[in-house]
């Protein structure tokens, strides 16, 4: 390389480390939202233009003096001197005095700071409304995650349109941006939609026929019910948050040696999961036995299996293990990115380096053990993967920009969590067995004042029955996060939740009977124009089916699903072969079953939010693997009569619902006279490969 172009690398380097405020940057986009226009959201906006290194935020332009001057102005007086205050304080003002506002010109895109860059008057007409609409935004429900949660007023909106308060909010974004929000789907679609929702299995099409004959008001609402009581549910809805809580089987494991990722046994974990969430088991109860259950009840082998959260991030390397506990542990169930504080202070939140250390304090002494269970010694054999405080003495230290070979040893540090989350970290009460680091940690987290925890649970579930979240970051709920389309409505969610004890299947069900939620999902164009994204929820958004619940539907249309519940997980080889719910075949790095995998099954070291993808392999799976196969031959065998006879009970099995006059006139040519078994078997694989098998409407 060249001597000036290495100079050159070096100075963008540079550039890039001091002379970004990212946090400055960010927080105006945060504050101004989508009223913020790209070309607006740059440096030059209070930087002199075509400056690659500006040092100590210099040189600035008028507009960034006068930001500049206000924040020392404050200091003084020793008031805030947060941007976005200073932002709003100088918005009215003309800092390089080209007679338009800085506001005005920052609306319109325009520099407010440099006299030769400004709106034209054509730009200017438009003004005055886009500032009405941008004041109207600034005065709306505000999203403070980082606040105590209040439960705001439902609005008021004109209309019958609502049927519970999510409809409400949702109403009031449909009325503000004239969308007109979708009519509601037509049973057949709805009930195939809330079944597989809540216990991702289809419907039949017996039952399809009784809800659609039942005209009672209640129907939807008793289905719901029944649903919810189905055991099915926990498996259902145990595979969602083992997405979240990452949930893998042991790899590596040979005879008892190189373990990582996991611990044998760990089932028992998922199997507590299910169980849990049958039993509707409050989310901040599930979340304090998966820290400290060993802290909770040490002697009870029921509750110790829910600290197989922390058995599973075992690694032969104590620091990677420790690493992923704190990091994981905040991005599940507080939405923060703290992982960045390990080797400096957190560039977007105020998280110190030293406050990382704090929270690895808390897990410092926690170990991973093999427990005997009755009727086997041998834990090589079975057993219960468990936490335990191992070692009450175990000092933390800072790293020295993370790094484990330099930690500062004169400074042993105390358990506690980053300050400007404002709960404080209650006083652990320790045993002879325990410190109580973790329970402590684990009653801060479900404390009903701390802002985050249920604010988190509630978009998980939010976004696993809408397919989209309220807060679109899904992990970060910080200064890097995005700010939700529906802050008030996720503020009402999270008040209702945590007053109904943390119940979700009262949330699950105020979800699905919302309007909201029954929306067909048929598009609109005037609403596609106005929201492409669909972020005002003016109708249901059809999905892809998860990977469990594809190969789950394959074997309970074709009358073969094995509904035994639990146990040690099963040999991903024998998925084509074994025919119990996907949830329970091995789960781990390079042992997942292929089918699964290629419909985006969750990676393992990391889930929050699953993908779709369509690739062409999904439809050979579907076409030709020896399961669909399996299932095709097993279903055309069960179903008696030819022709019409034929046609209308494998749609009715495969679809759940019944052909149209065309789709039956089709298929009856395609079966001839006497149709042989293996055109039987066509037709029926021809509707595993129909869209609607793998879609929710
Ligand atoms: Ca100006």
Same mark, same amino acid.
């Given at each position: ?19 970004? %405020? ?58 805030? #001197? ?27 895109? =325009? ?56 409809? @409400? ?36 099409? @017996? ?16 289905? &719901? ?182 930690? &500062? ?19 652990? %009460? ?34 696993? =029955? ?27 969610? #999270? ?5 109904? %004890?943390?119940?979700? %299947? ?70 084509? #072969? ?97 149709? #042989? ?21």
């Amino acid at each position: 390389m060249h001597r000036t172009s290495m100079a050159i690398l070096l100075a963008l380097l540079t550039a890039g480390a001091t002379a970004a %405020k990212p946090a400055h940057k960010q927080a105006i986009a945060n504050h101004a939202g989508s009223f913020l226009p790209a070309r607006a959201n740059e440096c030059r906006l209070c930087h002199m233009p075509g400056e690659t290194a500006p040092k100590d935020d210099k040189p600035r332009n008028a507009f960034g003096e006068r930001l500049e001057g206000l924040r020392a102005e404050l200091k003084k007086a020793g008031k805030p #001197t947060a941007i976005e205050g200073r932002f709003d304080t100088v918005a009215d003002e003309d800092a390089d005095g080209d007679g338009v506002s800085n506001i005005v010109e920052i609306l319109l895109g =325009h520099f407010p700071g440099e006299a030769s860059d400004k709106p034209s008057a054509d730009e200017l007409k438009t003004s005055e409304s886009l500032l009405g609409k941008y004041r109207r935004y600034l005065a709306s429900y505000a999203w403070k995650p980082f606040d105590p949660i209040q439960r705001p007023a439902v609005p008021k909106v004109d209309g019958d349109w609502g049927k519970n308060p999510i409809d @409400a909010f949702i109403a009031e974004g449909h009325s503000e941006r004239e969308l007109t929000p979708r009519p509601e789907a037509d049973k057949g679609t709805l009930l195939r939609r809330v079944t597989f929702d809540l216990i991702g299995l289809p419907p039949t099409m @017996a039952q399809v026929e009784a809800f659609e004959n039942d005209p009672s008001p209640k129907a939807f609402e008793s289905i &719901v019910d029944e649903l919810l009581k189905s055991p099915r549910y926990g498996e259902r809805w145990g595979r969602h948050w083992m997405d979240v809580w990452r949930y893998s089987d042991a790899a590596g494991w040979s005879g008892g040696n190189d373990i990582r990722d996991s611990q044998p046994h760990v089932w028992r974990w998922r199997d507590w999961i299910v169980e849990s969430l049958n039993a509707d088991v409050g989310y901040d109860r599930m979340v304090r036995e998966m820290l400290a259950g060993d802290e909770i009840a040490p002697a009870d082998q029921k509750v110790l299996r829910a600290t197989g959260y922390l058995a599973r991030n075992f690694k032969s390397s104590r620091e990677k293990w420790m690493t992923d506990v704190v990091d994981h542990t905040f991005l599940a169930f507080q939405g923060l990115t703290i992982g960045c504080a390990r080797c400096h202070d957190h560039f977007y939140d105020p998280i110190e380096q030293v406050e990382y250390y704090r929270v690895r304090a808390i897990f410092e002494p926690h170990k991973i053990r093999l427990d005997a269970v009755p009727g086997e010694a041998d834990t090589k054999k079975d057993g219960l993967a468990r936490a335990y405080d191992a070692d009450l003495k175990a000092a933390t230290y800072l790293y020295e920009r993370g790094d484990e070979r330099h930690p &500062v040893k004169s400074k042993p540090l105390a358990p506690g969590i980053p300050a400007f989350l404002k709960v404080a970290y209650p006083e652990p %009460k320790g045993t002879k067995e325990t410190t109580g680091r973790r329970l402590a940690f684990a009653n801060w987290l479900t404390e009903t004042k701390n802002p985050l925890t249920a604010r988190v649970a509630v978009n998980h579930i939010w976004m696993r =029955h809408f397919g989209q979240p309220l807060v679109p970051s899904v992990f970060d709920f910080g200064k890097n996060g995005r700010r939700p389309q529906h802050p008030a409505l996720v503020d009402w969610l #999270t008040a209702e939740f945590v007053e109904k %004890k943390w119940s979700m %299947k009262h949330l699950h069900k105020l979800i699905v009977t919302s309007r909201t939620y029954r929306q067909a999902s048929t598009p609109d164009a005037k609403n596609l124009a106005i929201d492409r994204d669909n972020l005002d929820f003016w109708r249901m958004a059809p999905r892809r089916l998860e990977a469990e619940a594809v190969r789950d539907r394959l074997l309970a249309v074709a009358g073969k699903l094995d509904l035994k519940a639990g146990g040690p997980e099963l040999d991903p080889a024998t998925g084509l #072969t074994v025919f119990r719910r996907s949830l329970y075949f091995r789960h781990a790095h390079e042992k997942q079953m292929q089918f699964l995998k290629l419909f985006d099954a969750p990676g393992v070291t990391e889930c929050y939010q699953r993908r779709e993808s369509i690739v062409p392999q999904q439809a050979l799976a579907l076409a030709n693997s020896p399961l669909s196969e399996a299932m095709a031959k097993e279903l055309a065998k069960s179903i008696s009569g030819d022709g019409e006879a034929f046609v209308t009970a494998a749609f009715e099995r495969v679809l759940a619902r019944r052909p149209t006059t065309d789709e039956r006139k089709e298929c009856i040519a395609f079966l001839g006279s006497k149709p #042989t078994p293996a055109r039987r078997e066509s037709l029926v694989l021809v509707l595993f490969n129909h869209h609607e098998f793998a879609t929710v409407r």
